[in-house]
């Protein structure tokens, strides 16, 4: 499975972004996927993953800002970010996971999101 990133970018505070993740290679037993997020100096985090049949997860951090999406016909997941603060600011990774073992199986390359005050 590989997973390639993109969307991140510099914004400013308030502002709104879309990261995109496409999905390739033998992706058929994936049960869900995930956002993830390292900032500076700081271990990378859980951000929002949804399972297979539809289910969200949000860490409280971003519930209300932040949506997660998938398009399976395209294999593609996507995070789309409203409100953005200062402290979103980190390398964004995707993940694709089996089962419910969330957070373990396959990450993208990372796509950098900056928010500027």
């Not at 900032?39 to 539809?54: D, L």
């Not at 294999?75 to 957070?103: H, I, R, W």
């Amino acid at each position: 499975v590989q997973l390639q990133a993109s969307g991140g970018g510099l914004v400013q505070a308030g502002g709104s972004l879309r990261l995109s993740c496409a999905a390739s290679g033998s992706i058929f037993s994936i049960n869900g996927w995930g956002w993830y997020r390292q900032a500076p100096g700081k271990q990378r985090e859980f951000v929002a993953h949804i399972i297979s049949y539809g289910s969200t997860n949000y860490a409280d951090s971003v519930k209300g800002r932040f949506t997660i999406s998938r398009d399976n016909a395209n294999n593609m997941v996507y995070l789309q970010m409203n409100s953005l603060k200062p402290e979103d600011t980190a390398v964004y990774y995707c993940n694709a996971f089996y089962g419910l073992a969330y957070g373990t199986g396959y990450w993208g390359q990372g796509t950098q999101v900056t928010v500027s005050s």
